[in-house]
């Protein structure tokens, strides 16, 4: 496959990742999902991350059918990136994307179910010394080398259980052997690191002070002149300043030592000179040498190295994402034939993750099994459900909350439920409220969601306000369509709306909900019940607003003006809920 084959890469892209790669190391980056790879040769982070997305899962983005579906996937996937473990496995948490098959589905939430496990049987002190062991892999450079330190220390530590099973199978002599052997070949360009010869180490040392020598030839000669009576002491002084300075054996002084200098000052810098190149000569053999042995030790470890790198950034994501389903208290999604999308006390990861309180919510559509001890469950069979009730009152949450659910499960996780069922569809199709009224924005609204509909594939609808756009009159005939489609189409769907009054009648296979406010706090603040009330209208409640106001009016003139809207929308409402407000003071 060429590298303009992916998308994304186009000539410029391309040219940019031969020079700095090569044709074939780029390719291997792609089709290995290496972010880092690709944004060290120059590619933004961004980009870089949508063009391995659509290398890994390009035909199952198109699960996600609008802008708003694509922010919940992307504003999902930076909470799960906050759980990394190390820079890899937040790279790899980037791109992730929905998974083709139910199939793939099953293995990667028995995948993340095992890491779960293997994290909750940890104590507190055994997590941090395994998140301490990951910091370490993202301290030291090198990716091979700080897989492999990594491996040797959580095995040394005894995690070989559970999701770390596959570093009980390592050889460990093998690997200490790989990353002396990686150390020492991690110096730049062909240089040998530090360390990884003694020989060569002293080498470098004998030959670091002949040169500084070198550099100052008077001042060596200054030092051993003064002592030396004749030519014989002067040669003896010297051999031994150098040997002594530099730790060069006095021996191979004399030997670089020349027989026909000029005079003194001659004879000191000539034999530098020729101490220094014999010394460099020495150290390129010897460096040589043992890179030879290096790159014979790795190549000897190749298949251990390779072990211990796909276990480690396997064991990082596979914790990564253990560590935020353990976080939300996140449940495995059952997968059923049935058409269905249905959670029972379902929360918003987006809120929980803002630290915000949270209601959960029971809720489908479809045909749902779920069992609730205790409380109503949502009808059972209703392909489409029409959303009513107060501003405020959390029903485009629900929406993002079902957005959230389903892409989860098709990206094969685990959801924020205490029970949830969901078949696989083909389309999620999530339209938030955009309040721009005019017809451009009610034509690109309409070729958002209509065509995913009419495809022929399963659709899972989330509309909000479809009457924001238009005005109310072909707005609730369009909406009406609308639900009409999504039923004939057998796609499944919920439409949050003020105007169900003016769909009816509804086909046989929709029903209308309704959230209900039921007053305001001893801060005025609403008070919602964020459960839906099924195949019930609810209200917007506009007395308890305007309650509100009255309340928190300071100026005379102000305060009369929302008196009179309360004259509008029902006095005796009004006051009764002031008063209920100031009783439960």
């Known amino acids: 496959m060429r590298l303009e084959d992916y998308w994304g890469i186009g000539p410029k892209t391309r040219a940019l990742l031969a020079d700095e790669l090569g044709v074939e190391a780029a390719i291997e980056a792609v089709e290995s999902g290496d972010v880092r790879a690709l944004t060290d040769a120059g590619i933004p982070r961004g980009r870089a991350t949508r063009i391995l997305r659509h290398a890994h899962g390009g035909e199952a983005l198109d699960l996600l059918a609008t802008r708003d579906a694509r922010n919940v996937y992307k504003q999902t996937l930076d909470i799960i990136g906050e759980f990394a473990v190390t820079e890899t496995a937040a790279d790899r948490i980037r791109i992730l994307t929905p998974l083709p098959d ?57 995690f070989t259980e559970g999701i770390f099973a596959p570093l009980a199978d390592l050889d460990p002599e093998t690997l200490s052997d790989a990353t002396a052997a990686l150390a020492g070949l991690s110096g730049e360009g062909d240089r040998v690191g530090e360390g990884a010869d003694s020989q060569l180490d002293a080498l470098r040392s004998q030959l670091g002070g002949v040169e500084d020598m070198s550099a100052t ?46 005079d003194a000052s001659a004879f000191v810098g000539e034999t530098l ?125 629900l929406l993002e909350t079902l957005c959230q659910v389903q892409l989860l499960a098709q990206m094969g996780l685990p959801v924020p439920a205490d ?10 199709v999530f339209h938030r409220r955009h309040a721009s009224f005019n017809a451009g924005v009610l034509e690109s609204t309409l070729r958002s969601v209509v065509p995913p509909v009419t495809g022929g594939g399963r659709t899972l609808m989330l509309v909000d ?34 105007l169900a009054d003016d769909l009816e009648p509804l086909p046989d296979e929709a029903r209308v909900d309704g959230i209900f406010a039921e007053g305001l706090t001893t801060d005025l603040e609403l008070e919602v019940d964020y459960q839906p009330r099924f195949e019930t209208v609810g209200r917007s409640t506009p007395e308890f607003i305007v309650s509100r106001l009255v309340a928190d009016a300071t100026d005379h003139s102000e305060r009369a003006g929302y008196e009179t809207l309360a004259e509008s929308v029902g006095e005796s409402a009004v006051q009764r809920t002031l008063a209920d407000a100031r009783w439960t003071e």
Not at 419 to 426: G, H
Not at 474 to 496: I, K
């Open 102 to 158: 139910e199939a793939a589905m099953q293995e990667r939430l028995a995948d993340v179910e095992a890491g779960r496990e293997t994290w909750a049987r940890l104590d507190e002190g055994d997590q941090s010394a395994v998140i301490e062991a990951f910091d370490a892999y993202d301290s030291v450079s090198g990716g091979e080398r700080s897989a492999v330190q990594t491996a040797l220390r959580l095995r040394e530590e005894g």
């Open 419 to 428: 029970d949830a069922e969901v078949s696989v569809v083909d389309t999620i």
């Open 465 to 498: 306000e479809f009457e924001a756009i238009t005005e109310p009159g072909s707005a609730a005939d369009l909406l009406h369509g609308l639900v009409t489609l999504t039923v004939e189409r057998g796609a499944l769907g919920v439409f949050v709306t003020h």
């Open 217 to 262: 030839p008077g001042e060596v000669l200054e030092a051993v002149q003064s002592g030396a009576r004749g030519t014989d002491e002067l040669r003896d002084a010297f051999a031994r300043h150098v040997a002594d300075e530099s730790g060069v054996d006095v021996g191979r002084v004399r030997e670089a030592m020349p027989s026909d200098a000029a």
């Open 273 to 397: 000179r020729s101490l220094a190149s014999g010394l460099r000569t020495a150290v390129e053999e010897r460096e040589e040498t043992v890179r030879e042995e290096l790159e014979g030790v790795l190549e000897a470890a190749a298949d251990e190295v390779d072990a211990a790198v796909t276990a480690v950034d396997d064991i990082a994501l596979a914790l990564s994402l253990a560590r935020f389903a353990a976080a939300f208290d996140l449940t495995r999604p059952a997968f059923v034939d049935r058409e269905v999308t249905g959670v029972v006390a379902a929360r918003n990861v987006f809120l929980e993750d803002a630290g915000e309180a949270v209601q959960p919510v029971t809720y489908a559509v479809g045909d749902h099994d779920l069992d609730v001890p205790g409380a109503t469950v949502p009808p059972t069979g209703d392909r489409v459900a029409v959303l009513t009730g107060a501003n405020s009152g959390g029903k485009t949450t």
